[in-house]
């Protein structure tokens, strides 16, 4: 793995680990330059609360290893506020911000943008 990275180095700022749901040890990934480790729960069949579940102690075994966590695919506004809650450091999914072909940076969650829609489904 260390040497995978280190020839993708030169192409990118940073390097993120995606990882299976259920990964609670990250020691393997600890010293090898990794930005952070993550996961794409878009098209998990697992009930919210469960999922909500998974990805707390998924943030909570990378933290142990000092890794920044990301996940994407997030459907809900509940799951979005969920992950904030616990920690994690990079969200995407489309509540956020839809898909863009070209990337240019990283914005901090906006959660006046995120619930907009439901007060405007209530005026």
Do not use: C, W
């Amino acid at each position: 793995l260390l040497k995978a990275l280190s020839l993708l180095k030169p192409f990118g700022r940073a390097a993120l680990m995606r990882q299976r749901l259920d990964t609670n040890n990250f020691s393997h990934l600890t010293g090898l330059g990794v930005l952070a480790v993550g996961v794409d729960v878009g098209n998990l069949p697992l009930r919210e609360l469960t999922m909500i579940r998974y990805l707390d102690r998924f943030r909570q075994a990378a933290g142990l290893h000092n890794l920044s966590t990301y996940v994407h695919g997030l459907s809900s506004i509940s799951l979005i506020s969920s992950v904030v809650g616990a920690g994690f450091d990079y969200i995407a999914g489309d509540p956020v911000m839809s898909v863009i072909e070209t990337p240019e940076s990283i914005f901090p969650i906006d959660l006046e943008n995120l619930y907009q829609p439901l007060f405007k489904s209530t005026a």
